[in-house]
């Protein structure tokens, strides 16, 4: 039986990745930063663990107590919108500590195991903003950019060890809770300078159109965990796929 363990577990995508992959037989190790045994049907094959990826004692007693695992998914990440003008260097500087940083450190805190087996699975869930500059969103796209980056030459280090690493990119998911979660990172959205600018992007949001739901990002992580063969950019939702199509 195979072992997957998530992060940021406590709503969205990492709780129906962890549903996805529970529904399927796999143990699952579900992390967040303040554990809730509420959230997930109870069992043998689920572990419910308390992980804050920007706290290096956090990542070392998480893997500690999680043991060998098969596949890493990094999907805890914080929102952030705001005319560049009006963000502070702290706010920036806080989503890059957990989207970015926090990648990092909790998959350097998981290869060993995986490079000493010969086998295993990073999966980094990052966003589909990567694929379209998208006003408001400098910084979190470019917290989200640096990831892909950082991905796609690590999986060039680790494929002779048997390791693969993946990308997934959702679109927009506004069944989520990702903008109530990215309410501390918006600053200047009343700014006289930039009020048409924000007044266009939020009116694009109430626009109908394809969107992304969580189990497409569990579906896609799914395949990008057991298939071998999947590529290394996995957009999940159709407005993902089709942003992902306009590429050049």
């Known amino acids: 039986m195979k072992t997957i363990l998530i992060t ?8 129906d990745i962890a549903r996805h ?16 045994a509420d959230l997930l049907p109870p069992g043998e094959r689920l572990r419910v663990l308390a992980l804050d990826v ?5 990542i070392h007693r998480a893997v500690e107590a999680a043991g060998p695992i098969d596949v890493l998914v990094n999907n805890a990440g914080i929102g952030a919108a705001a005319p560049f003008e009006c963000m502070s260097m702290a706010s920036a500087h806080e989503v890059f500590e957990t989207n970015t940083f926090g990648t990092m450190a909790v998959t350097q805190a998981i290869l060993p195991q995986f490079r000493q087996r010969g086998a295993g699975v990073v999966i980094n ?8 500059a998208l006003p408001l969103l400098s910084v ?16 060039a280090e680790v494929e002779p060890f048997g390791v693969r690493v993946r990308l997934v990119l959702p679109g927009r998911a506004p069944e989520t809770r990702f903008g109530e979660n990215a309410r501390s990172h918006m600053a200047g959205l009343d700014h006289q300078a930039y009020a048409e600018l924000v007044k266009s992007v939020f009116a694009s ?3 109908s159109g394809p969107v992304t739901y ?17 590529p290394m950019h ?5 407005d993902a796929e089709a942003w992902a199509a306009e590429r050049p």
């Open 234 to 238: 996995l957009p999940a939702g159709e």
């Open 140 to 155: 979190y796209r470019a917290s989200k950019a640096a990831v892909n980056a950082f991905t796609e030459s690590l999986a």
């Open 125 to 132: 869930v990052t966003s589909s903003v990567t694929f379209k």
């Open 21 to 36: 992959f529970l529904d399927r037989g796999w143990q699952v190790v579900a992390t967040m930063r303040t554990p809730r």
């Open 54 to 58: 920007t706290d290096p004692l956090s």
């Open 205 to 207: 949001f109430g626009e």
């Open 8 to 15: 940021g577990c406590s709503s969205g995508f990492g709780l």
């Open 214 to 230: 969580s189990q497409d990002v569990a579906q896609a992580v799914w395949r990008a965990a057991t298939d071998p063969d999947s």
